[in-house]
């Protein structure tokens, strides 16, 4: 999602639905890709990564999904908890010689009970 | 022991000021970090060490001075900030300065310039 202002995008889902939530990069040549969770007063946590050359990735009730050709992320959470509410981010890590981490603009994901 | 120390959590300084901000890991990580995260932004890559050199330098203004005393250090030094420097200053390391190595981030000092 795009940011609008001061405003993180927010989706908001009830208890044990399915949340999906969506991104785009900016880099074609972008080959390594990151979602992170941020918790009020937290530091970003690591969920799942995917390589370039792929084009889905499953962890535990996680999965991402990489479309190269419109250079699009998204986030799938199964059976979404009270506790998956946080900012999700999502990154893609761009090789300059070094490589750095340019995060995306974030999503709030509010999980009502 | 996956975690990242940072100290202090929340830091008030003026403008004329010298403050450090100081992170921590003990997971034998080779590579660490300094981002910037403004209030419902994303964090901001500000520098990068690996194997305590420094790799990337986001032209940020030299008010800030990261330093890289050992593998497991890093400081972050300031002096004459600006009330725009207000922010959430976060360090994160990973095992090397590898695309695909994990950073795992400290949970960040709060630093508020007056």
């Known amino acids: 999602g795009e940011s609008v202002g001061l405003h993180l995008p927010t989706l908001s889902v009830q208890e044990g639905d399915n949340s999906i939530i969506n991104c785009a990069y900016s880099n074609s040549a972008s080959d390594y890709f990151i979602w992170y969770k941020q918790e009020s007063g937290k530091g970003p946590q690591f969920i799942i990564d995917i390589r370039s050359n792929m084009d889905k990735r499953q962890g535990q009730r996680v999965t991402v999904l990489l479309n190269k050709t419109v250079k699009h992320l998204s986030l799938q959470i199964a059976a979404t908890q009270p506790g998956d509410s946080a900012v999700y981010f999502c990154a893609e890590n761009l090789n300059t010689g070094g490589f750095k981490t340019i995060f995306g603009a974030g999503t709030r994901l509010f999980v009502k009970a | 022991d996956t975690e990242v120390t940072q100290t202090p959590k929340h830091l008030v300084m003026g403008m004329t000021n010298k403050k450090s901000l100081k992170c921590e890991q003990h997971m034998g990580h080779r590579a660490m970090y300094w981002y910037k995260q403004k209030a419902k932004k994303p964090p901001e890559l500000m520098f990068v060490?690996?194997?305590?050199?420094?790799?990337i330098n986001e032209s940020v203004p030299s008010r800030f001075s990261p330093e890289c005393p050992n593998s497991s250090l890093l400081n972050l030094h300031l002096h004459a900030l600006q009330p725009e420097d207000s922010a959430l200053y976060l360090c994160?390391?990973?095992?090397?300065?590898?695309?695909?190595?994990?950073?795992?981030f400290g949970p960040g000092t709060r630093l508020t310039v007056l």
């Open positions: 060490y690996s194997y305590e050199k420094l790799s």
């Open positions: 994160a390391s990973s095992r090397q300065e590898v695309d695909t190595d994990t950073q795992y």
